[in-house]
């Protein structure tokens, strides 16, 4: 079996954990948390809305690090930051505790294990079947919404929220460490392997996306102008328009993912569901996100990642319309299946496309640049949809 799908099945169980543990859990812990300290919705999501200021502007010097030092080293510190957070977290007695925590520990910790090394690492081991290998790994991120959801909502209820952060604490340290000490490797070409398994380095395939004139035109659209974007420079990257293209389309998909899969939980309890059917519902966008996954990363590799980008973002439209308007449990669940879907390709679309444009030699330092570039759209979904 070639090493690179050790490479993702490590990125998909720290995708798992950094943001099962995190972001999916985290509308479970609202009505506890408000319990608590007497805070407001808007209050509590102001704590996410901080770790997700923290990781994107630590996004671009983290792409750096990634593309030039050890990940293995990188995700280790992270997991170590991440866990001792959850630990704190355990502890607080006052809100801004909480947010301080979020802000630092957790924050850091987050973005050091989460989607910049982990897809950065699938991206460097693929080059044809990026696509789907991406689709893989990212399914970690679907898997933890569709299990940790009720999950926590059960240990909430049986031994309480704080003891529920002393365990994800202690479980993010006991599973990842060794699998990312073990297996990870920044590159194929530190085994002496190449990208996908191949015996010697091949050509790009025909359809690359590559640098024209228009937005995500085809290298057999623009064959005369074709170059080698494995080449690509930071420099080179964040003066193409595809840059702020993908920049501007993916801040906008993910300012409706945070405010969806933030609230949908709180919502639901005010439309009368318990917190378990809430949760399920959570659970239920998440379950077939993992769907979405793969076959987002199948058109990826063998029909458009363009196309794949409109049909996921016609799918979150459409599920979001369902959500807002549904009062009926079956009208609710139709529009999270139908959210969740497109949902289920953002992530491995977005780093589908960055591969495509720009090559895997920058990969980290161009999605790491991306990231504060996105924040201003991505973070007001948080604290508006509240």
Known sequence: MYYGWKIVGVSFTALFISIGFLFYSYGVFFLALEEEFGSSRLGISLGLALMNLTMGLMAPFLGKAVDRYSIRTIMLVGTCLMSTGFLLAAQITALWQFYLILATLLGVGEAMLGMIPSQTLVANWFIKNRGIALGIATMGVSASGMIMAPVSSKLIEVIGWRYTFIVYGITSMVVVIPLVYCFVVNRPEEKGLFPDGESAPDALPPGSLVESEGAFETEDQKAADTIDHHSWSFRQAVTNKNFWAIVITFSLCMHCIGAVLTHMIPMSI????????AAMLLSLSAGVGVVGKVIFGWIADHIDTRVG?????????????????????LLMQIGVALF?????????????LIGE???????????????PCMLPIQITGLPLAG
């Open 270 to 277: 005010d439309r009368g569901l318990t917190n378990t059917q």
């Open 309 to 329: 980008v409109w049909i996921s973002i016609a799918f979150q439209m459409s599920g979001v319309f369902l959500i807002s308007r549904g009062e009926e449990m």
């Open 340 to 352: 969740g879907f497109g949902m289920g390709g953002v992530v491995p679309l977005w780093g589908s």
């Open 357 to 371: 444009v720009f090559g895997r030699e920058n990969f980290g330092t161009i999605m790491g640049t991306m990231s």
